[in-house]
Each structure stands twice: as C-alpha cells, then as structure tokens.
C-alpha cells in the first residue's frame, strides 16, 4: 500500500505507465505558481511532457484573475508543459482532454462521480474539487507550448468562507485519505490517452468527454461582459467552445475566456 502523504518524484513514478507526460519531473518544495514556473521552463526549451510540481504555491492563480489557496500538504498543485504537434484548434482542444483527464483520474482513484463543470471546473455532489488553468504560447502560425496548470483539493478538511459552500476535497467526499502521487499518476496516464484518442478518433473523444460532463445537456446561466442570459448547453464545437440555445431560441457559442457559467439550480 502506497505512504499516505507520498507526494515525491520516486512515489510519482512507480509504476507510472505514459511515454511522454511526467518523464520529465520538477518537484518543487515551494514556487509562486507553477504555471508561472512552467512558462519560464517552457520558453527555455523544456521538453514535451515536462511536470512542474510544488508542495506549496505562494501566489497560485485561478482563471479570471483569481488566486488559487495552495496551502503546503493539503492539494496537487501541478502544471504539464505541452508542446502540441496539431493545428491551432487541437491545441485549444487540449483544455478538453485536461479536463476529461482529471476527472478519471479522480473516478479512477477514489470511486467519486467527478463530473467536468465546462470549462474547467472537476464537481463531485455539486462541489468544485478541481480547477484548471491553461495558458498558450503561441504566434499566429504555430503553438509553441501550452502550460496546463491543474489544482486539485485533495485532503483540505474546511475552506475559507468565501469557497465553503462550493469547494470540497477529495478525501472528505470518499471518506478516506486518497494518496496524491497516485492521483497525478492517474492524470498523467489519462492525459495522454484522452489526447491520444482525440488524435486517433475524435468523435470517439467527444462522446467520452460528453459522458462525464456536467454541463452538456443542462441549463445554464451565462454571464458575460455584455449581459447575463439562460438556456440551455446544447454541445461544443471542435475547438471546445459551449453552444448554448437562449431561453429566445438563439444558438449562441460561449468562450471560455469570457464568462462564468452556471447550473440554473446552483453552481453546477
Ligand atoms: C481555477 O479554477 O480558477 C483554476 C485554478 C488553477 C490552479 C492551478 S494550481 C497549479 C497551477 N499553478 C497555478 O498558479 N495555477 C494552477
């Protein structure tokens, strides 16, 4: 049985079945953020596949201009350095694939019904226990990297006030300590089967996607710049943008970038 706090680069690697995600492995005991880390990496030549961890981030960042609490033993705080060979649209596809990833990595290691809150957001019992971060280097040719940051709640047992009604841990939704070398393992290896699948069969990818998201076939509130408006989530497009058909019957495509959102019933 693995150590139950074994987030090491040895425990990481035991038995870890990928040619190409986590080869190369960077721990760190503390980093400001590790995607911060990872672009510097990146944009010095760091290979294909290359893992940033840290034990502790002192300035995590979310998506929209948010922190991401990163207290030392307690989450995984990691980001993968890609370096994706396909068009543009793959490569922006590449947020579809880390999200499937973390979500069957955490079904697969604790047994939860971890489902995928478009865009980036893993839930489990309408509880965020997941969030991404991805960030692209790119010119208007070719995409040199993209750095895919994941943070995951792992044995965190409250939350700050601001995220108590909305985030859960891993541990606190299986009942068990769940070992963290093992999670970034399983991530690791579903990574780089859902781009391979992408890669081989697309359509096949979609329908995986689709299968554990939370979002496809629900209503949703849309909140953007421009104004809030519901409907319902209808499907994605081939770069992963959401297609959401208003309450008027229009069929509108959502950036991820742009908006926040949400179930009518809820955050999810
Ligand atoms: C979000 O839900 O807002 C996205 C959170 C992403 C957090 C991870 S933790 C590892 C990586 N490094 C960062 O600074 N952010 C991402």
Redesign the pocket.
């Known amino acids: 049985m693995e150590r139950m706090d074994d987030l090491t680069a040895e425990a990481i690697a035991a038995g870890l079945e990928t040619e190409w995600a986590g080869r190369e492995m960077i721990l760190l005991d503390s980093v400001d953020?590790?995607?911060?880390r990872a672009r510097m990496l990146a944009a010095d030549g760091a290979v294909h596949g290359t893992l940033v961890l840290a034990k502790r981030?002192t300035a995590?960042?979310?998506?929209r201009g948010?922190g991401?609490i990163?207290p030392e033993g307690e989450g995984i705080?990691?980001?993968l350095i890609v370096r994706p060979e396909g068009t543009p649209e793959q490569a922006v596809r590449l947020s579809l694939a880390v999200a499937l990833a973390a979500a069957r990595a955490i079904v697969r290691e604790t047994g939860i019904d971890a489902c995928i809150k478009w865009p980036?957001?893993i839930v489990a019992q309408g509880l965020k226990v997941c969030?991404?971060?991805l960030e692209m280097d790119a010119d208007e040719h070719c995409v040199h990297s993209v750095v895919a940051?994941?943070?995951i709640n792992v044995h965190q047992q409250a939350f700050p006030e601001e995220i108590r009604h909305t985030a859960s841990s891993l541990d606190l939704l299986c009942g068990h300590r769940v070992s963290r070398a093992a999670v970034v393992r399983a991530f690791l290896e579903e990574l780089e089967a859902a781009v391979a699948l992408d890669n081989r069969d697309h359509e096949a990818f979609m329908r995986a996607y689709a299968e554990r998201s939370a979002t496809l076939g629900s209503r949703v509130q849309v909140i953007s710049l421009s104004g809030t408006y519901t409907g319902t989530a209808e499907g994605l497009t081939h770069s992963g943008t959401l297609l959401v058909r208003t309450d008027d019957g229009e069929l509108r495509e959502v950036l991820a970038a742009d908006v926040s959102v949400r179930g009518i019933m809820g955050y999810v």
Do not use: H, I
């Not at 953020?33 to 911060?36: L, Y």
């Not at 995590?60 to 998506?63: I, K, Q, S, T, V």
């Open positions: 953020s590790t995607n911060r981030q995590g960042r979310g998506r948010r991401w990163s705080f990691l980001s980036n957001d969030g991404m971060l940051g994941v943070g």
